[in-house]
């Protein structure tokens, strides 16, 4: 009965409406601190955890909740709720924490509603597909949002992917994670990559990457590993600009490869296996 319930109350157009108002929230959050000394939780060589990441989960989690009480919550910054429910909030309170934490406005907060599909599938391989999204840049104050089955909008306008199909003209976004394996891996394609675009940029938050090829700013971005909270919302906003959004799971929780483009030059991009 309870399954029933949460298929019924949870309406995609209805959790983007209520997305956009948690996103605000904590996008107020963000430039009232942006300039401030921020507490990091915990460090490492190429990430920062800060306080306001957890306070910013918190708040978009008691916002959505109101709207619709008993659909988890998968964070950055973990988990609240019955995982085993058939819809799931996926979201990452601030994306681009490095940015943010040493004052470069560059970070956003990024809020996806999922459906569970039922068993793994290609594209879904843990048995969720996103249905709505949401990427807020609070700095801009620039609203992604997109509906599946529906435009993808950004303050309310319609968007595409550009028509750009000749690399040498691409402008790429290329993302470098974490781990040590990784950014081995990804050194050497960006090398090669350099000589073959117009210009490649590196500008460290991957859900705004993916709402700047949906908006035909970027032709593609790239990135060898990424989190489900970083590109579920972005994913979905893309797909519906008319881009295409490949992703393969990698070890890990949630990990992922993802090569997000206007639908017309992931074969020329030649991105490592």
């Given at each position: 009965m309870e399954r029933n319930r949460l298929q019924i109350a949870v309406n995609p157009a209805q959790a983007t409406r209520a997305a956009e108002e948690a996103a605000r929230e904590v996008g107020f959050l963000m430039r009232r601190h942006l300039h401030q000394r921020k507490r990091a939780n915990e460090t490492s060589q190429?990430?920062?955890?800060?306080?306001?990441?957890?306070?910013?989960?918190?708040?978009?989690q008691r916002s959505l909740a109101?709207?619709?009480p008993g659909v988890p919550l998968l964070g950055e910054e973990g988990i609240v709720g019955d995982?085993?429910?058939?819809?799931?909030?996926?979201?990452d309170p601030i994306d681009g924490t490095v940015n943010f934490a040493y004052g470069i406005p560059h970070a956003c907060v990024s809020i996806a509603l999922q459906e569970r599909t039922g068993p793994a599938r290609a594209g879904y391989p843990d048995g969720f597909r996103t249905v709505s999204g949401v990427v807020y840049d609070p700095f801009s104050d620039e609203?992604?949002?997109?509906?599946?089955?529906?435009?993808?909008?950004?303050?309310?306008?319609?968007?595409?992917?550009?028509?750009r199909n000749r690399l040498e003209e691409s402008i790429v976004s290329i993302g470098f994670a974490k781990t040590r394996s990784?950014?081995?891996?990804m050194l050497p394609y960006f090398n090669q990559l350099v000589h073959c675009v117009r210009k490649i940029r590196i500008?460290?938050?991957?859900?705004?990457?993916?709402t700047y090829v949906a908006s035909g700013r970027f032709d593609a971005y790239i990135e060898g590993g990424i989190r489900l909270w970083d590109i579920a919302a972005g994913g979905l906003i893309l797909e519906c600009a008319g881009g295409e959004f490949w992703r393969r799971p990698i070890p890990g929780a949630h990990a992922y490869r993802i090569v997000a483009t206007n639908g017309r030059l992931r074969r020329s991009?030649?991105?490592?296996a």
């Open positions: 190429h990430d920062i955890k800060l306080e306001l990441d957890v306070r910013s989960q918190r708040l978009i109101k709207a619709f995982i085993s429910a058939p819809f799931r909030w996926v979201v609203m992604w949002t997109a509906t599946r089955g529906t435009a993808a909008r950004l303050n309310g306008r319609k968007i595409q992917v550009s028509r990784t950014l081995d891996q500008m460290g938050a991957a859900a705004l990457a993916l991009l030649r991105v490592p």
